[in-house]
C-alpha cells in the first residue's frame, strides 16, 4: 500500500512537470511578442547609449572628488 501511494506520487509529480514544460513551451512559442530585429537594434543602441552616458557621469564625478579630496588633505 505504501509503496503504490510512493509510486503514485512521483507519477503525479513528473506528470505535473511534463505539464508545466508543454505550458512553459506554449507561452513561448505562441503567447509571446517577440521584438523585430529593428526594434531589438534599436533598444539595443539605447541601452549602450545610455550606458555610456552613466560611465562618464561616473567618471567625471570621481574625477572631481579626486581633486576636491587633494585639495582639502594635501600631501
Do not use: Q
Request: charged letters at 15%; aromatic letters at 10%.
Amino acid at each position: 500500500m505504501l509503496k503504490e501511494t510512493t509510486m503514485s506520487k512521483k507519477e503525479n509529480l513528473f506528470k505535473r512537470f511534463g505539464n508545466y514544460c508543454v505550458a512553459c513551451y506554449d507561452e513561448l512559442a505562441h503567447k509571446t511578442t517577440w521584438p523585430t530585429p529593428h526594434e531589438l537594434t534599436h533598444s539595443a543602441v539605447i541601452v549602450l547609449t545610455a550606458s555610456l552616458v552613466i560611465a562618464v557621469v561616473v567618471f567625471v564625478m570621481d574625477l572631481v572628488f579626486k581633486n576636491l579630496m587633494g585639495v582639502i588633505y594635501p600631501g
